[in-house]
């Protein structure tokens, strides 16, 4: 069975329901870049697990999520820099969802946040925003 990523908050909205609709976001690439768009125009990033804490996504169209210095790209081979650390989520929710949060491994501090439609590396911590820590929570979901 997959396990896919997908937000938990959409336009400073919080996700309200488990099932899977329209406003869903999965990955695209501009570039080389990771991007997120609607489901009618993107692929879905599928999570690897590694060891007891640590996973790779993949997108089938554009390659595995890689951490970088100006945020998340797309390479076509998994390196050290692809690797995240699952963290407990830095916002809770009520909806029976598996919410996670994840921290680069070769950037430590620096979590998986999507902003403005593009995936981003950025510092996360209790005083950062609830915007900033709700766009660093991502839900895990899986198609039966």
Same mark, same amino acid.
Do not use: C
């Given at each position: 069975?997959?396990?896919?990523?997908?937000?938990?908050? =959409?336009?400073? #909205?919080?996700?309200?329901?488990?099932?899977?609709? $329209?406003?869903? /976001?999965?990955?695209?690439?501009?570039? &080389? *870049?990771?991007?997120?768009?609607?489901?009618?125009?993107?692929?879905?990033?599928?999570?690897? =697990?590694?060891? #007891?804490?640590?996973?790779?996504?993949?997108?089938? $169209?554009?390659? /595995?999520?890689?951490?970088?210095?100006? &945020? *998340?790209?797309?390479?076509?081979?998994?390196?050290?820099?692809?690797?995240?650390?699952?963290?407990?989520?830095? #916002?809770?929710?009520?909806?029976?969802?598996?919410?996670?949060?994840?921290?680069?491994?070769?950037?430590?501090?620096?979590?998986?946040?999507?902003?403005?439609?593009?995936?981003?590396?950025?510092?996360?911590?209790?005083?950062?925003?609830?915007?900033?820590?709700?766009?660093?929570?991502?839900?895990?979901?899986?198609?039966?």
């Amino acid at each position: 069975m997959a396990i896919y990523l997908r937000a938990y908050s =959409v336009n400073d #909205e919080v996700r309200e329901t488990a099932e899977l609709s $329209d406003t869903d /976001f999965f990955v695209t690439s501009n570039e &080389g *870049a990771a991007w997120i768009g609607g489901p009618g125009y993107a692929a879905k990033l599928e999570l690897y =697990v590694l060891g #007891e804490d640590t996973v790779v996504f993949r997108a089938l $169209d554009f390659g /595995f999520l890689t951490a970088h210095e100006d &945020g *998340a790209i797309f390479t076509e081979n998994a390196t050290e820099a692809s690797v995240f650390k699952v963290r407990n989520p830095w #916002e809770v929710s009520e909806l029976p969802v598996r919410l996670a949060s994840f921290e680069s491994a070769v950037y430590p501090g620096q979590f998986l946040r999507h902003q403005n439609y593009a995936l981003t590396l950025d510092p996360i911590n209790a005083d950062s925003s609830s915007l900033e820590r709700r766009d660093a929570t991502f839900d895990l979901f899986s198609e039966q």
